[in-house]
Nanobody, 121 residues
Framework: QVQLVESGGGLVQAGGSLRLSCAASGSIFGIDAMGWYRQAPGKQREKVATITSSGSTNYDDSVKGRFTISRDNAKNTVFLQMNSLKPEDTARYYC???????????????WGQGTQVTVSS
């Protein structure tokens, strides 16, 4: 079994910062890409940022220049540094990871339970 647990969400004023963390644990041989997604009430889940195992990153246009994704491969952890937060960033943030549980297994996609980020104006 593989578990992803997010932390770091909360309530912040517009212009403020938060740092989200997501730690993967369990039966893990290797982790490929990791990412952060968000879902606001009444909206579909959308990609925020992704990072490959080698460190290549990709961001949604709405967060470029404000958010930074990073990872610690030794700790199976991915981070999202969020600066200059806006009320429209308010959402539940989820991390996901492509995990191989053995050398021979295919990559399975796992999701965390999410952490709430609320930005007040």
């Amino acid at each position: 079994q593989v578990q992803l647990v997010e932390s770091g969400g909360g309530l912040v004023q517009a212009g403020g910062s938060l740092r989200l963390s997501c730690a993967a644990s369990g039966s893990i041989f290797g982790i490929d890409a990791m990412g952060w997604y968000r879902q606001a009430p009444g909206k579909q889940r959308e990609k925020v940022a992704t990072i490959t195992s080698s460190g290549s990153t990709n961001y949604d246009d709405s967060v470029k220049g404000r958010f930074t994704i990073s990872r610690d491969n030794a700790k199976n952890t991915v981070f999202l540094q969020m600066n200059s937060l806006k009320p429209e960033d308010t959402a539940r943030y989820y991390c996901n990871a492509g995990v191989r549980v053995t050398y021979y297994s295919s990559t399975g996609i796992y999701w965390g339970q999410g952490t709430q980020v609320t930005v007040s104006s």
